[in-house]
């Protein structure tokens, strides 16, 4: 079975430091989307990065990285210069290419600290 | 804003009772996703359409049916209520299959008294 799994539940960062979410799935798909949202207390999801499993180079969007290890089916966003605005839940998630199935991982709820 | 509209924002209903929540997704999008996010809880995927087909189940009650009409929005109809139904029910949309990301609206608050 296709799987994402988030093994930090809850983390918290200070302001202006680095943290990094961690997330692995399981496929034996060689095609394949991922993605990481954040909810914020608002409840909105918003896509933060997105990563297609057919390139090597790391996703980055400002402050937002990732770091995919294919081989390792890891894909774990990396935030820095942290802001208080960036408390949310992070959700990861994939979907292999060709399929209609998004698979979300049950999230890692991050509190920036000022 | 993504794009896709949920109505309404919130409701609140007794036990027994039928509700029906709406999703426009973004303009030419095909697929309709619906997911029910219990509090504090993660994304549980119920159903799946693309142009005006059922595609894919996920964990939806028998209670709960749902339907993609011709212009593409879809309603989500849950019925004979539960205080267990009370949730955020979010609608997303993608453009192709299995291609780029889901694009959410904002959720439907559903409270169940």
């Known amino acids: 079975a296709q799987t994402v799994t988030q093994s930090q539940p809850e983390m918290s960062v200070q302001e202006a430091e680095t943290v990094t979410l961690s997330c692995t799935y399981d496929?034996?798909?060689?095609?394949?989307?991922l993605f990481w949202y954040k909810q914020p207390p608002s409840r909105q999801m918003i896509l933060v990065i997105r990563?297609?499993?057919?390139?090597?180079q790391n996703a980055t969007e400002n402050r937002f990285s990732v770091n995919f290890q294919k081989a390792a089916k890891s894909f774990s966003l990396k935030i820095s210069d942290s802001q208080l605005g960036d408390t949310a839940m992070y959700f990861c998630?994939?979907?292999?290419?060709?399929?209609?199935?998004?698979?979300f991982g049950t999230g890692t709820r991050l509190k920036v600290l000022a | 804003d993504s794009g896709v509209t949920q109505t309404p924002k919130h409701l609140i209903t007794a036990t027994g009772q039928r509700v029906t929540l709406r999703c426009s997704p973004r303009s030419g999008d095909l697929s309709v996703y619906w997911y029910q996010q219990s509090l504090d809880q993660g994304l549980q995927f119920l159903i799946h359409?693309?142009?005006?087909?059922?595609?894919a189940k996920g964990n939806i009650l028998e209670r709960f049916s749902a339907q993609q009409f011709p212009d593409l929005h879809s309603e989500l109809n849950l019925s004979s209520l539960e205080l267990g139904d009370s949730a955020l029910y979010f609608c997303a949309s993608s453009a192709r299959q299995g291609i780029g990301e889901l694009f959410f609206g904002e959720g439907s608050r559903l409270t169940v008294l």
């Open positions: 496929t034996s798909e060689s095609n394949y989307y």
């Open positions: 998630a994939f979907i292999p290419g060709g399929t209609y199935k998004y698979i």
């Open positions: 359409y693309y142009n005006g087909e059922e595609r």
């Open positions: 990563q297609e499993a057919y390139k090597q």
